[in-house]
């Protein structure tokens, strides 16, 4: 069963991977996204060249149209979150843009949370 996908959000309602995404050139808007419903159907276990584990949960979608884009992105109850985008311009990849994707995760995994002791309050008080 393929994963759905979301894309993360901020506390202000902007979606900072779709924006990244809808700023660069069709050609590679269709590489990214060809490349993430890859993902989604296959699950991020499908590896390299593709999909690469960067630790914690946290993983990348690996295009190359010209040059290489990155999706950081983790998976949470069959949901592919996409939390951060970019044009990889160096070998190594950024600290600071591991530490946005892993902030984001965590932000995300804490809404959960809440969701779900909310959800688990409001069953509890039916019973009642």
């Known amino acids: 069963m393929p994963l759905k996908v979301l ?3 901020t506390g202000s309602g902007n979606e900072p991977v779709r924006e990244w995404l809808q700023e ?4 590679v808007r269709l590489t990214v996204g060809s490349d993430i419903r890859t993902v989604q159907v296959k699950g991020p276990v499908i590896g390299m ?4 584990s960067l630790g914690g949960g946290l993983w990348e ?3 190359t149209e010209g040059v290489e ?5 983790f998976v949470l109850d069959g949901t592919m979150y996409l939390l951060h985008g970019i044009i990889k311009k160096t070998q190594r990849t950024a600290q600071g843009d591991l530490d946005l994707a892993r902030e984001r995760m965590e932000a995300v ?3 959960d949370k809440l969701e779900k002791a ?3 309050a409001a069953v509890a008080k039916k019973k009642k």
Do not use: I
């Open 61 to 63: 979608v690996r295009s």
């Open 49 to 52: 060249p593709l999909v690469r």
């Open 24 to 27: 660069q050139s069709k050609k």
């Open 69 to 73: 884009y990155r999706v950081f992105f």
């Open 118 to 120: 909310k959800a688990k």
């Open 7 to 9: 894309f993360f959000r």
């Open 109 to 111: 995994k804490e809404k």
